[in-house]
C-alpha cells in the first residue's frame, strides 16, 4: 500500500499541476491536493476514515453532476457519439472537458475506496 500511495500521490500532485489553465482550476486544482494530501498520509501510515468518506462523497456528487449537466458524459456519449477524449490536449470542447474530468473523479473515487477500505481492515486487525 505505500508504494500504491506514494505513487497515487505524486501522480494526484501532476494532475493538480496541470489544471493550472483549465476553465475552473479553483475547482479541480483542491480537488486533486485533497486527494493527494490523503494519500500521502497514507504512505506514512496514516488513514483517516472519515476523510476518505467526505471525499468520496463529494467526488461522486460532483461526477454525477458530470455525467448529467448539459454537455456531459452522457451528451459526449450520445449526440456526440463517444467522440475521441484524448485527440488533442487542449479541450475546446465542453463534453470532452466534462468527461475528462469524470474520468479523473472515478480514479480518485477508486484510490479514496481503496484506502478506506484497507483502513477498516487495518482496524479491525486490531
Not at 460532483?62 to 449537466?69: E, G, K, Q
Not at 472515478?106 to 486487525?125: C, E, G, Q
Amino acid at each position: 500500500m505505500k508504494i500504491f500511495n506514494l505513487f497515487c500521490c505524486i501522480l494526484f500532485v501532476l494532475f493538480a499541476a496541470l489544471q493550472y489553465n483549465d476553465p475552473d482550476p479553483y475547482i479541480r486544482i483542491p480537488i486533486y491536493g485533497y486527494a493527494a494530501v490523503l494519500c500521502w498520509f497514507a504512505f506514512k501510515g496514516k488513514y483517516y476514515p472519515r476523510a476518505y468518506t467526505i471525499g468520496i462523497t463529494v467526488f461522486l456528487a460532483y461526477a454525477l453532476f458530470l455525467v448529467f449537466t448539459k454537455n456531459g458524459v452522457i451528451e459526449w456519449a450520445t449526440e456526440h457519439h463517444a467522440e475521441n477524449l484524448v485527440q488533442t490536449m487542449k479541450a475546446e470542447k465542453p463534453w470532452i472537458e466534462d468527461t475528462r474530468e469524470f474520468g479523473g473523479l472515478v480514479i480518485l473515487i477508486a484510490v479514496l475506496l481503496t484506502n478506506y477500505l484497507h483502513s477498516r481492515k487495518k482496524t479491525a486487525a486490531r
